[in-house]
């Protein structure tokens, strides 16, 4: 059974820094990725990488988070520095076994999801 399990989301001051961790189980997948959806809007694709590397993410957090992954311990990380009002949203783990430029050709739509964590941010 695929399990997800994120960790990491809380509170924070505009300006802060959050680290997200997403522990895959039994195995990580050729593309993992994070989704935010904030109350009231749709999900949003925020961050994703591959497993030879390469990563994408939204224009609207370029150049202040960063998406890692370390497959020996099977975890997949976000660090978010400079956070901002429109930031906060429930940040989901999501994880599949195709390349993640067919994700993305399929809406995003990733096999398996996490349940979330939660971040805030205050200002």
């Known amino acids: 059974q695929v399990q997800l399990v994120e960790s990491g989301g809380g509170s924070v001051q505009a300006g802060g820094s959050l680290r997200l961790s997403c522990v895959a189980s039994p195995y990580t997948y050729w593309c993992m990725g994070w989704i935010r959806q904030a109350p009231g809007k749709e999900r949003e694709g925020v961050a994703e990488i591959g497993n030879d590397g390469n990563t994408q993410y939204a224009d609207s957090v370029k150049g202040r988070f960063l998406i890692s992954r370390d497959n020996a311990k099977n975890t997949l990380y976000l660090q978010m520095n400079s956070l901002k009002p429109e930031d906060p949203a429930l940040y989901y783990c999501?994880?599949?076994?195709?390349?993640?430029?067919?994700?993305?050709?399929?809406?995003?739509?990733?096999?398996?999801w996490g349940q979330g964590t939660q971040v805030t941010v205050s200002s």
């Open positions: 999501a994880a599949d076994p195709r390349r993640c430029s067919v994700v993305t050709a399929y809406g995003g739509k990733y096999k398996y």
